[in-house]
């Protein structure tokens, strides 16, 4: 089961397609237009200079074209409401999924909390500290969760700027997502949550949100969370392993200046030394790619996004599909200054970790894709003006209309009443009473 629920989402995602396509509501932008070009001109390049292999080639396309189209379908469609929704019960699964994290951190590499792709009984925890792994929860890797969580908080700090979530639902999700940053013994989990957690406290103050109310309010519900949730037993184990793995990974290896923002901006500038002049195909520096090409597991070329993207496409259409990649943040942060131009600031912090996932998140990985386009969607949707949210509906047709009107007045006509006025309800023939 593990092979085919890697394309799982695409037959759905085509669906989408369609449907959209159908009711006139699919998207026309010039960053569509983009895609299709790009994508075209990724695959001939690929098949014909590069690796010369078409599968690896559509892969490849998929990755980098296919799902983009998806941002502006939900940032066209999804209204506040909607948005509403999914936030909140995104919040209430919160609660459970930080419940696998913590069994699935206690547990061994051999349970069935843990077992991994296909089965594997050596376990899908990676490496973490003190003994400890890094617990994947309905994933298959630690990326999983360390997407998830950011934007769940990002939800979080949405319904609180919209006042759409009660005491309850703020206590007890809002602590689930605090605990899983040392369960998780995540670096990439605690800084996405600090991104946006900054960005939300950021949305709320410039937005006119922030009231005596709220901050008590907060800081009781998640204040009696956590207090609940640190009665599990060897939480302090927890918070442990995750300290030992910060002090290991970042502060022994030069602070966070060295080890995370220096590893970042080495990973967008390195690529362009090393970027060949052709470029060796889209796809293959994947690991779909690698394994359909060569046999064997692994990141190809490079493992970071920028080289990917650089030693696929080369000095031709490297560039160019990272301006692709700029352009689409750029939409986003568009739609959120004129968002921000009517005091509606909720979507600032879900375009600071759309951000971060859209420059920087491995496409060529299902988990990271998926997550970039749902943050993305969410962005445009938010950033929406509730006056609008009805032009999404397409009207009916002109003929539809008459046959509507034709039917409205066959309706309104009662024998004996020849000037009732339209909409007035026919005498009941019994009672003789409307």
């Not at 209204?79 to 936030?87: E, L, P, Y």
């Not at 970042?250 to 080890?259: I, K, S």
Request: aromatic share 10%.
């Amino acid at each position: 089961m593990a092979t085919p629920l890697l394309v799982v989402r695409d037959p759905v995602l085509l669906v989408i397609y369609w449907l959209t396509l159908k009711s006139g509501v699919f998207p026309k932008n010039t960053l569509i237009s983009a895609t299709f070009f790009l994508g075209a001109v990724s695959w001939f390049f690929a098949v014909l200079l590069g690796h010369m292999d078409p599968l690896v080639a559509s892969y490849g396309v998929r990755c980098d074209f296919f799902h983009v189209p998806l941002i502006f379908v939900m940032g066209r469609v999804l209204t506040r409401a909607d948005v509403d929704s999914v936030c909140r019960i995104s919040l209430w699964i919160s609660i459970p999924f930080t419940l696998l994290l913590i069994a699935q951190f206690y547990s061994p590499q051999s349970s069935v909390l843990n077992r991994g792709v296909g089965g594997d009984l050596s376990g899908a925890g990676f490496s973490g500290a003190l003994g400890r792994f890094r617990p994947p929860g309905t994933f298959s890797f630690i990326n999983g969760p360390a997407s998830l969580y950011p934007m769940l908080c990002c939800a979080w700090f949405y319904l609180v700027y919209r006042r759409k979530i009660s005491l309850l639902l703020m206590g007890l999700s809002g602590g689930a997502i605090l605990l899983a940053i040392p369960f998780s013994i995540s670096r990439s989990l605690f800084i996405g949550e600090l991104i946006a957690i900054c960005f939300g406290v950021a949305a709320i103050a410039l937005g006119g949100a922030m009231s005596s109310r709220l901050i008590f309010r907060s800081l009781l519900g998640g204040g009696v969370a956590i207090a609940l949730f640190c009665c599990i037993p060897g939480t302090s184990e927890a918070f442990a392993a995750f300290a030992d793995r910060w002090e290991k990974s970042t502060t022994n290896r030069g602070g966070v200046q060295e080890a995370i923002v220096g590893r970042v901006v080495e990973g967008i500038v390195r690529p362009f030394a090393d970027m060949p002049v052709m470029g060796y195909g889209s796809g293959i520096s994947t690991i779909v790619g690698q394994k359909l090409a060569t046999g064997t597991r692994g990141f190809g070329y490079s493992e970071g996004e920028w080289g990917r993207i650089l030693m696929e496409g080369g000095l031709v259409l490297g560039p160019l599909v990272l301006s692709y990649r700029i352009s689409i943040l750029c939409v986003l942060a568009w739609a959120t200054c004129k968002a921000a131009r009517r005091r509606d600031w909720c979507s600032l912090p879900i375009l600071a970790v759309s951000a971060q996932m859209i420059l920087l998140g491995q496409w060529g990985q299902a988990t990271s894709l998926g997550a970039s386009m749902i943050t993305g969607g969410f962005c445009l949707a938010a950033s929406r003006p509730a006056s609008v949210e009805h032009r999404t509906r397409r009207s009916p047709p002109p003929r539809t209309r008459r046959l509507a009107r034709h039917t409205s007045r066959r309706r309104d006509h009662t024998p004996g009443i020849p000037n009732r006025p339209p909409g007035i309800q026919a005498p009941d023939v019994a009672t003789g009473y409307n």
